[in-house]
């Protein structure tokens, strides 16, 4: 099957015949459709033409470009309402809570279901949410790292454009230094935050990590378990578990 997620910066193409193992495509959310199909490599023609084709994300706009781009008879519909029956919770409205958490959230539940967990999804913003006794209990949301350079850059007058990267000291020596540490260093200590106030409840609680910038904050955090394609494993799990 295909997986097509469209995130806010990036959207995923991913073929999977599993669902663990993933051939991905990585390509802006604002490129052209037209050109992106067109340039995928042998053998994505093939399969685009013969198997199911599922579309999910948060831009509800590119989601409507991509399906009017692909052949309308391998789209399969799915149920994203789904999740609030797989996964208990008391979130309101349900159906607000975004794509990508739920599949980051049903992919730990299934894959981890023994483990209390704070599940940290780093990419445009970035969401902490806490998994514990089979259960969803509630999260937050912050910027993502480029989302707040970019907008440290546009909002001031002389600070410079800069796409997260590691540094490797703790205090800067330049001002392009001290933002990445600044960015950076915040979104790890709300991390550590989110951790000692889930850590009150749950002693036991572990800390997974994924989203573009999950290696930025994993270096600054000192810890928790990189899972790259825990999005994708989601989405396959909510397309496909009954």
């Known amino acids: 099957m295909i997986l097509i997620a469209i995130g806010n910066t990036h959207t995923q193409i991913a073929h999977t015949e599993d669902g663990r193992d993933f051939r991905v495509e990585r390509h802006p959310s604002g490129a052209a459709i037209a050109e992106i199909l067109a340039g995928l490599p042998s053998p994505w023609s093939s399969w685009l033409a013969e198997e199911p084709i599922y579309l999910g994300g948060v831009v509800p706009e590119r989601e409507a470009l991509w399906r009017a781009c692909l052949a309308s008879g391998q789209i399969r519909d799915w149920d994203a309402e789904r999740f609030h029956a797989l996964l208990p919770n008391a979130y309101e409205p349900p159906q607000s809570l975004g ?38 209990h509630g999260g937050r949301i912050l910027p993502g790292l480029g989302l707040s350079l970019r907008a440290l850059a546009q909002h001031t007058a002389q600070l410079p454009t800069l796409s997260p990267q590691s540094c490797a000291v703790d205090f800067g020596n330049s001002t392009e230094e001290c933002l990445l540490l600044g960015v950076t260093a915040g979104a790890a200590a709300a991390v550590d935050a989110a951790l000692r106030d889930g850590r009150r409840r749950y002693p036991d609680l572990g800390l997974l990590l994924t989203g573009g910038d999950a290696p930025l904050l994993q270096a600054r955090l000192g810890q928790g378990e990189l899972v790259p394609n825990l999005l994708l494993r989601g989405f396959f799990l909510l397309t496909s578990v009954t």
């Open 99 to 136: 794509f990508d958490r739920r599949c980051c959230l049903l992919a730990a539940a299934r894959d981890w279901p023994d483990r209390n967990l704070l599940v940290v999804d780093a990419g445009t913003a970035i969401t902490l949410d806490l998994l514990a006794d089979g259960r969803f």
